[in-house]
């Protein structure tokens, strides 16, 4: 029995290492550097069977294209993952994506929330474990340890469609798969904080073979074993996303080199503010620079994106796209 929980204990961070962010363009906690784009308005969605749906996102490993079904996300070959990324990061927020998973041993069907200091929110599923998907994070690249993913069990993921939610505000993260809670994470419970996503995030959305046999043993492990090619193709569809950001803005620069959240400053035309020194509301007009300042304001407004979840309108979230040095070899994730 120890000798097995071992090998639990060895798999679980392997796993954990292969699927943490592992490269950024340009880490704020480092160096100075640019602004990140930021989602300007207060809600955003999209319906990925309507034509035309893909134009506003970077495809950044293809192939993904639009069908009736939504966007779909298509393994072909070895060595393919595809990917898309949002043009703008949220400042703390509430994503929901509707999708439905890929099939296929060592397949993994994700979404992310990823910033450029290595913040990281994850949904994964691996679909050798058909019944089950997981929740993760990491913040400012830490991977130390083996204690931050979950696994929940949800019902034919790669045949239904269902709706991930992520909620995330400075005080605490939910995963909710179609409206219904599955996991909270307290700031104070990821390493007192210092391990808590706390800085503004893209959101990304992909599949990718963790059983590919160029892959490392424990991501190979992690992934349920080796994928076989012969069974493509492998393919995800990704029916809509919505999100509302909590601190709406046209760029979030970091003040500092803490990475933590109180130092963000959400730029706009006209002035800037940053949560730490900004009066509470929770406007959604872009040109204040003020959208939201203190932990009521972004708790009432999870409040309210609760409630649009429970109500039906829902989206579907997936995990890591971050995988291993071959994957960044052929250019995965580079933006």
Same mark, same amino acid.
């Given at each position: 029995m120890k000798s097995y929980l071992k090998w639990a204990a060895v798999t679980l961070a392997a796993a954990q290492?292969?699927?943490? &962010? *592992?490269?950024?363009?340009? =880490?704020? *906690?480092?160096? *100075?550097?640019?602004?990140?784009?930021?989602? @300007?308005?207060?809600e955003y969605s999209v319906d990925f069977t309507e034509s035309g749906s893909l134009d506003a996102w970077n495809i950044t490993a293809k192939p993904v294209t639009q069908t009736s079904l939504g966007a779909k996300f298509e393994i072909a070959e070895e060595g393919e993952a595809p990917t898309i990324a949002s043009e703008w990061y949220i400042f703390f927020g509430?994503? @929901?994506?509707?999708?439905? %998973? %890929? =099939?296929?041993?060592?397949?993994?069907s994700t979404y992310i929330l990823e910033s450029g200091d290595l913040d990281e929110i994850d949904w994964e599923q691996v679909s050798t474990y058909d019944q089950e998907i997981q929740t993760d994070y990491f913040g400012?690249?830490?991977? *130390?340890?083996? $204690?931050? %993913?979950t696994t929940v069990n949800v019902t034919n993921p790669e045949t239904e469609f269902h709706t991930y939610s992520i909620d995330w505000t400075e005080e605490r993260i939910e995963w909710l798969i179609d409206g219904e809670l599955v996991r909270t994470l307290k700031y104070e419970d990821a390493n007192g904080g210092k391990d808590? !996503? &706390?800085? !503004?995030s893209l959101l990304k959305i992909g599949i990718w073979a963790g059983g590919d046999s160029s892959n490392s043993e424990g991501t190979i492990e992690?992934?349920?074993?080796?994928? $076989?090619? @012969?069974?493509?193709?492998f393919v995800m569809?990704?029916?809509?996303?919505?999100?509302?950001?909590? =601190?709406?803005? &046209?760029?979030?620069?970091?003040?500092d080199k803490t990475g933590d959240y109180s130092s963000i400053k959400m730029l706009n035309s006209s002035s800037s503010s940053s949560l730490s020194n900004t009066s509470s509301s929770s406007s959604s007009s872009s040109s204040s620079g003020s959208s939201s300042s203190s932990s009521s304001s972004s708790s009432s407004a999870s409040a309210s994106a609760s409630s649009y979840a429970t109500s039906g309108g829902s989206v579907i979230y997936s995990s890591a796209l971050v995988v291993s040095m071959v994957a960044f070899a052929v250019g995965i994730f580079q933006f």
């Amino acid at each position: 029995m120890k000798s097995y929980l071992k090998w639990a204990a060895v798999t679980l961070a392997a796993a954990q290492l292969a699927t943490a &962010q *592992t490269y950024t363009s340009c =880490n704020p *906690t480092k160096k *100075t550097c640019p602004s990140d784009k930021g989602l @300007d308005k207060w809600e955003y969605s999209v319906d990925f069977t309507e034509s035309g749906s893909l134009d506003a996102w970077n495809i950044t490993a293809k192939p993904v294209t639009q069908t009736s079904l939504g966007a779909k996300f298509e393994i072909a070959e070895e060595g393919e993952a595809p990917t898309i990324a949002s043009e703008w990061y949220i400042f703390f927020g509430h994503v @929901d994506v509707k999708l439905r %998973a %890929a =099939n296929g041993t060592g397949i993994i069907s994700t979404y992310i929330l990823e910033s450029g200091d290595l913040d990281e929110i994850d949904w994964e599923q691996v679909s050798t474990y058909d019944q089950e998907i997981q929740t993760d994070y990491f913040g400012k690249g830490n991977t *130390t340890g083996w $204690d931050r %993913a979950t696994t929940v069990n949800v019902t034919n993921p790669e045949t239904e469609f269902h709706t991930y939610s992520i909620d995330w505000t400075e005080e605490r993260i939910e995963w909710l798969i179609d409206g219904e809670l599955v996991r909270t994470l307290k700031y104070e419970d990821a390493n007192g904080g210092k391990d808590f !996503p &706390q800085t !503004p995030s893209l959101l990304k959305i992909g599949i990718w073979a963790g059983g590919d046999s160029s892959n490392s043993e424990g991501t190979i492990e992690w992934a349920g074993g080796e994928t $076989d090619f @012969d069974d493509v193709p492998f393919v995800m569809y990704v029916e809509s996303v919505k999100v509302i950001n909590y =601190n709406p803005a &046209q760029y979030y620069k970091y003040s500092d080199k803490t990475g933590d959240y109180s130092s963000i400053k959400m730029l706009n035309s006209s002035s800037s503010s940053s949560l730490s020194n900004t009066s509470s509301s929770s406007s959604s007009s872009s040109s204040s620079g003020s959208s939201s300042s203190s932990s009521s304001s972004s708790s009432s407004a999870s409040a309210s994106a609760s409630s649009y979840a429970t109500s039906g309108g829902s989206v579907i979230y997936s995990s890591a796209l971050v995988v291993s040095m071959v994957a960044f070899a052929v250019g995965i994730f580079q933006f």
